[in-house]
């Protein structure tokens, strides 16, 4: 897939939003990528999946046993790697703030991990899913994500496999450029302030 079919995948699904967005991170933007609306469509889902795992080394993609991703916005999307991979998917969650594994989901000690984003702005999230994973016994080998929109600040620790990476701005609250200062804003992820 080009990154024109990619950025298309996108377009389809109204996932390429435009206004006023504050990040997990509490940044500000104003373009936000909706990946909930992209991974609707389940083929799309499959498709763009498929896509994001021929972007892998063979021997990495044999040597992943089980993906792990962060909730809410990257189940889906590990779940569809994880069918392109042929393995299991499990997720982590925060209720208390911090990431954990819930819901009798275990990993065996030194289990090799895929972690799977939906998007990786700042990276925390991430890096934050990777530390519960290994608090957990598992070895995170590699990370992958449908966007990368950190414009290539984004350190994981592990190598990181991106399905695009998108050039888009963000600013500190304090530093808004007046057109973005004038729109309403919206928090549409579920991290809590
Ligand atoms: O790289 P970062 O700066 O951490 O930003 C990216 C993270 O933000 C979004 O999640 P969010 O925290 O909004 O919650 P959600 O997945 O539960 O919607 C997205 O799903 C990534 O997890
Ligand atoms: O940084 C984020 O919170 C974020 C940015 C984006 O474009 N899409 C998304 O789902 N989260
Ligand atoms: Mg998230």
Redesign the pocket.
Known sequence: MTEDDILAEFRAADALLEGHFI???G?HSPRYLQ??RVLMDPMRGARLASALVATMPRDLRSAIEIVVS?????IIAGHEVARALGVEALFVERPAGTFELRRGFRLSPGQKVLMV?????????????IKAIEDAGGDVIAAASLVDR?NGT?DLGVPFYPLIRLTVPTYEADALPPELAALPAE?????KA
């Not at 962060?70 to 990257?74: I, N, V």
């Not at 939906?118 to 999230?125: A, E, F, H, I």
């Not at 928090?187 to 991290?191: A, D, F, I, L, T």
């Open positions: 990040l997990s991170s940044l990946c909930a962060p909730a809410m916005g990257g984003e939906d998007v990786v702005t700042t990276g925390l999230s991430s890096r934050e899913a950190s984004a928090k549409p992820g579920s991290r």
